[in-house]
């Protein structure tokens, strides 16, 4: 059983920051990969931010330069640092962990992020 619990979501104003939070906690020991997935209104689920515990990361490109993934190995936590929010960032954001790259295995519950003009 792995267990992902995240924190940080809210509303804010176009261009203004919001960080991520993501505990993972339970059977985890080979799980090597979190990450970020975000789902829009009437979008698909997709990618924003992965990371590996080595520090290989990988972003969505429409996030290069303004969201940065972080993680603490000590404490099974990953943080997505979002600058200069767009209203089309706007969606519910997933914490994911896996043992690979863009294959999410377990997810957490979500977290809102909206964003006005």
């Known amino acids: 059983q792995v267990q992902l619990v995240e924190s940080g979501g809210g509303l804010v104003q176009a261009g203004e920051s919001l960080r991520l939070s993501c505990a993972a906690s339970g059977s985890i020991f080979s799980l090597n990969v979190m990450g970020w997935y975000r789902q829009g209104p009437g979008k698909q689920r997709q990618l924003v931010a992965e990371?590996?515990?080595?520090?290989?990361?990988n972003y969505a490109n429409s996030v290069k330069g303004r969201f940065t993934i972080s993680r603490d190995n000590a404490k099974n936590t990953v943080y997505l640092q979002m600058n200069s929010l767009k209203p089309e960032d706007t969606a519910v954001y997933y914490c994911?962990?896996?043992?690979?790259?863009?294959?999410?295995?377990?997810w957490g519950q979500g977290t809102q992020v909206t964003v006005s003009s």
């Open positions: 994911t962990i896996s043992n690979g790259l863009n294959s999410p295995r377990d």
């Open positions: 990371r590996t515990s080595s520090g290989f990361t």
